[in-house]
């Protein structure tokens, strides 16, 4: 279990994944995972929410896994999106992502069907109960409409256990107490909200999956690396130091402004699969303003450190 624990410690980047046209664009994604690797991130994690699973292709799915864990060659951890609203479709999505390479699994809790506390233990026990990975579970109230009890984890944790972790995306800094407290210190944490990774890190969560590392890989990693050095000091002047991209990456619904960011830079393409769609011009010129501000205080900041 130590090892496990070590092995989830740190910054984990949500990836985008970039096209061209209506094609997975394979050679900006190989470019862009190198990037996360040579910043010091300590996991990837393909086709989750800021991938665009929900329009993926099982096939695209897997190439990407695949593609991801190729590129880590064991210097990352790699961790799958494998969820879905249906648990048939996870438990073969769950195999495919095993057969692809992934070394852990993210599941998020079925949306829409808003399953009740029951429904998700026994959603989460057939899911688990097809695999050997590690697997940590993703609530995420807002997007799914439902989220996970205290209670709920602590019972799949006993039932299984390959349930090991929970990335907690409900806003609330306290639910870190509630889950600890009923789940007790084996439970890994990741924070879900990169606004929130600090406050998380103080209340005993180990890592974030992040979307602001698509665009800020070294930055988070320091923040991660600061605090878990004992400096708290440096990790709240990287937290502030990053605020404003943080805050800038959710001006419109994931992935759309870490797309237009990602563009901005000259590091992938800005497009996006329907029902998603580019963000509006007022909020790319925005977003542009964010980067420029946020490049300039990054070089101040490596300067005077």
């Known amino acids: 279990m130590n090892d496990l624990v070590a092995r989830f410690r740190g910054v984990f980047t949500a990836l985008a994944t970039p096209f061209k046209g209506d ?3 394979f050679s900006t994604f190989g470019a ?12 990837l994690v ?5 991938g665009e699973a929900a329009t993926l292709s099982d096939d695209e799915a897997d190439r990407l896994i695949a593609r991801t864990k190729e590129l ?30 992934a070394d852990a699994l993210l599941i998020v809790t079925p949306y829409y069907n808003k399953p ?19 697997i940590m579970l993703y609530s995420v109230p807002g997007r799914c409409g439902v989220e ?49 990774t600090l406050p998380f890190l103080s209340l005993g969560a180990i890592g974030v999956t992040s979307v602001v590392a698509n665009v800020a890989p070294r930055e988070m990693a320091l923040l991660l690396e600061a605090w878990q050095a004992g400096d708290a000091a440096r990790a709240l002047a990287l937290h502030e130091l990053i605020a404003e991209l943080t805050d800038g990456m959710f001006i419109e619904s994931n992935p759309g402004p870490v797309k237009a960011a990602l563009a901005l830079a000259n590091l992938a393409g800005p497009e996006m699969r329907l029902p998603l769609v580019s963000v509006s011009d007022f909020n790319r010129e925005k977003l542009a303003g964010i980067l420029n501000r ?12």
């Not at 393909?46 to 800021?50: D, N, W, Y």
């Not at 880590?72 to 390479?101: F, H, L, Q, Y």
């Not at 944790?157 to 084996?186: F, W, Y």
């Open 116 to 134: 009740t506390q029951a429904g998700l233990i026994a959603h989460y026990s057939a899911t688990a109960e097809a695999t050997s990975l590690p």
């Open 148 to 196: 996970i009890a205290p209670e709920t984890c602590a019972t799949l944790m006993d039932l299984h256990p390959n349930i090991v972790a929970i990335k907690e995306a409900g806003g609330s800094a306290a639910r870190i107490t509630q889950l600890r407290r009923t789940c007790g210190n084996k439970l890994i944490i990741h924070s879900g909200d990169d606004g929130l």
């Open 294 to 305: 946020f490049s300039a205080a990054s070089a101040a900041f490596q300067e005077i450190r």
């Open 23 to 25: 094609a997975v664009d």
């Open 46 to 50: 393909p086709v989750g929410t800021t």
């Open 72 to 101: 880590a060659a064991g210097r990352a951890m790699v961790m799958a999106g494998a969820g879905s609203n249906d648990t048939r479709k996870t438990i073969d999505k769950v195999k495919r992502a095993e057969k692809a390479g």
């Open 32 to 43: 862009l995972v190198e990037r996360q690797i040579a910043a010091g991130i300590a996991g």
